[in-house]
């Protein structure tokens, strides 16, 4: 048998050398990833080595035969002579795939094997076929939802599965790199970077602001479970409006289910000079509207509800038919767990115009709300991150949605 080691920079180029040295039948006895180069083992290039070899005499007739993975390729498993220190060691060569299903498990013909003997074969051929699996994965590129990706793209994974991004659009963020990016190049971080940025961008393109009315008062109602920031949102937009572009704006709060809440609305209505009205029904609440008709924008802060609670979501549903509000901002916190994001959305998804991010500086996973956009044709209207009045919102752009996600949400434009 004729052994021989391959080095190269990545899985695929060394198992391409061993194929155009050795040929179809090479036996592949270990591969490892080791690093070259470099001082005391930083900064050392990443490199990919595989042990193969090449059996050039006649097939003993002792060998034990083996049933292949592919019937029409049988591969054989023989004993060796004994290694140094008198220790022996055996060896089950393979031969080379291109891939390895993995729904069929090698079989071991073992009439003539005991049963110590047995166990031990099919230990060593059940290790062998994962590491081919894993081999094979690598080259193809199809084992990046389950996070194995080639070694300069791992830490990109490994970032943006931190920022809660899951592992389907992870695969596609990456798969983006792997066609943009030369192979060369993946170890420059800027490029791979602006290429991220650049597919999060995309998936975030679809944002708009609120307009003022013209001829009458726009309505926004703003909607959402509990805890998100709503009544400080509102109170954001108002003082926004009113004092930075001196717009005519009205408040009007159906939430009387926190008094709490309605005395800080009261509050802040008096600082800003916007009138704000109580409500406690939906008849009430379309009265009010109509005393404000004068006004360029109306906003309607609505009680928090439960996605859970089917008669408060009722509720909530007689208010928005009174109001026929051009806008219903449905108001999220990029604090809540990916499930549950996705919950609420889809329970208010019905009643929703657009989406409003809140709490961004609460989180360093901000990718959750990706999850959420890749599947909707919303747009986002705003992204909030912190309780300063009325500094903390932003219109939402896709550059600022992309710097959240990213976690480069300090920077400013």
């Known amino acids: 048998m004729r052994v021989k080691r391959f080095v190269g920079d990545t899985v695929a180029e060394t198992m391409g050398k061993v194929k155009k040295e050795l040929g179809a039948d090479a036996v ?88 110590g003997e047995v166990n031990t074969l099919e230990v060593e051929l059940q290790s062998m076929r994962k590491l081919l699996e894993s081999m094979n994965r690598q080259i193809e590129g199809l084992d990046g939802e389950q996070g194995v990706w080639p070694v300069p793209l791992q830490k990109w994974a490994d970032m943006l599965k931190e920022r809660g991004i899951n592992p389907k659009l992870i695969k596609r963020l990456l798969r983006s790199v792997q066609q943009n990016v030369r192979e060369e190049d993946w170890v420059e971080d800027h490029r791979v970077r602006s290429c991220i940025k650049e597919a999060v961008r995309q998936i975030c393109g679809n944002t708009a602001a609120i307009q003022p009315g013209v001829r009458k008062p726009r309505i926004v109602a703003l909607v959402g479970p509990t805890g998100v920031g709503k009544t400080t949102t509102i109170g954001k937009l108002a003082a926004g409006f009113s004092i930075v572009d001196k717009r005519r704006v009205a408040l009007i709060t159906a939430d009387t289910y926190r008094v709490a809440a309605v005395e800080q609305l009261k509050t802040f209505g008096e600082i800003i000079g916007v009138p704000v009205e109580v409500v406690m029904t939906p008849s009430g609440l379309r009265e009010a509207i109509q005393r404000h008709e004068d006004k360029e924008l109306i906003f309607i802060d609505t009680a928090g509800r439960s996605p859970h609670h089917d008669l408060h979501m009722s509720e909530l549903k007689a208010f928005l038919e009174k109001a026929q509000p051009e806008l219903t901002m449905l108001v999220m916190s990029a604090a809540t767990q990916a499930p549950d994001l996705a919950k609420i959305y889809e329970r208010f998804e019905a009643l929703t115009t657009h989406l409003i991010f809140t709490k961004m500086d609460e989180t360093i996973s901000g990718g959750t709300i990706l999850n959420l956009l890749e599947r909707t044709d919303l747009p986002v209207a705003y992204i909030t991150n912190g309780q300063n009045v009325p500094d903390d919102i932003e219109v939402a752009t896709p550059e600022r949605l992309t710097r959240y996600i990213l976690g480069e949400g300090d920077r400013r434009e």
């Open 28 to 115: 592949i006895l270990q591969t490892r990833q080791f690093k070259e180069g470099g001082l005391l083992g930083l900064f050392g290039k990443p490199k990919v080595e595989v042990m193969a070899a090449i059996e050039e005499e006649p097939v003993n007739k002792k060998q034990v035969p083996v049933k292949s993975l592919y019937p029409s390729n049988p591969y054989t498993v023989r004993k060796e002579a004994p290694l140094a220190h008198n220790e022996e060691k055996e060896i089950y060569p393979h031969r080379f795939v291109e891939s390895i299903p993995t729904e069929r498990t090698p079989r071991v013909e073992v009439s003539t094997l005991k049963n």
